[in-house]
């Protein structure tokens, strides 16, 4: 790869990369997206779902063991389901990131740039390798930089800035889904290995006609007591995510 190539003008290596995931009209096509996969996180194996729209609408639901937990983004708000069962209304923060990854998944910061700055970083290595970045930064301070190969606008890891978080992702196994280029493995990689994430995508499926009530805001579950003794035992508790405790028993002989 000569210098040349490395030296390719932003606009034409960003135009390369949207080529790359299918072309502008595929992905303008791509109104919603359901994937359907795997997840590992703290030590703890699960499934994950994702129903996601052009028109940022997002549903996520994570099952890892007996930890469970839900995110919802909709018409008329967006939402948390927690580990307990509890439904909270998403932080400002959180809604923000779902917004930047749910732009990023359509395509949608190739061609909307309002309140995104578009940066040339210039040339780093990775991997062994030279790659091209391109920095898309937000009014909030986050930002996402992709590492590019200038000679096909290909894409296999993202710098990612939340808040005081950096982070990278990795994304492999590449497939067309109706017509368009979709990453079926991802890992989110931090200083603290503890942290990690590794998703493995089974399926996905494009334009489902999803429609507004599958984003609707969840119903609260009934508040639930310890009766009938002063006192128990002493409990074995799991720390999940280094903020959580997950403790195992029974509720009407069934296991829970």
């Known amino acids: 790869m000569g210098p040349r190539t490395l030296t390719v003008e932003l606009d034409t290596l960003l135009e390369r990369h949207a080529v790359w995931l299918g072309g502008r009209d595929a992905l303008a096509r791509t109104q919603d ?70 732009l990023r998944t359509f395509g949608r910061h190739l061609s909307e740039r309002t309140g995104i700055a578009v940066r040339d970083l210039g040339t780093e290595t990775r991997d062994g390798r030279a790659w091209r970045v391109a920095q898309f930064a937000f009014a909030n301070g986050d930002a996402f930089d992709l590492f590019l190969d200038p000679a096909d606008g290909s894409c296999t890891w993202i710098r990612e800035r939340q808040d005081t978080r950096v982070f990278w992702t990795h994304l492999n196994d590449w497939r067309m889904v109706s017509g368009v280029r979709l990453p079926f493995d991802q890992q989110n990689i931090f200083d603290d290995s503890g942290r990690n994430v590794s998703v493995r995508w089974r399926a996905v499926t494009a334009n489902s006609a999803l429609v507004a009530s599958d984003f609707a805001a969840p119903m609260p579950l009934s508040a639930v007591s310890i009766t009938g003794a002063r006192s128990t035992p002493w409990i074995d508790l799991t720390l999940v995510q280094r903020h959580y405790l997950s403790v195992k028993g029974k509720v009407h002989g069934r296991e829970i």
């Open 33 to 102: 997206l359901r994937w359907v996969g795997t997840m590992t996180a703290a030590d703890l194996d699960g499934t994950l779902t994702l129903d996601e729209t052009r028109s940022g609408w997002r549903r996520r639901e994570m099952h890892l063991g007996a930890v469970s937990q839900s995110e919802i983004v909709g018409a008329d708000g967006a939402w948390v389901i927690n580990f307990s069962g509890q439904v909270e209304a998403m932080g400002a923060a959180r809604r923000e990131t779902e917004r930047q990854d749910n």
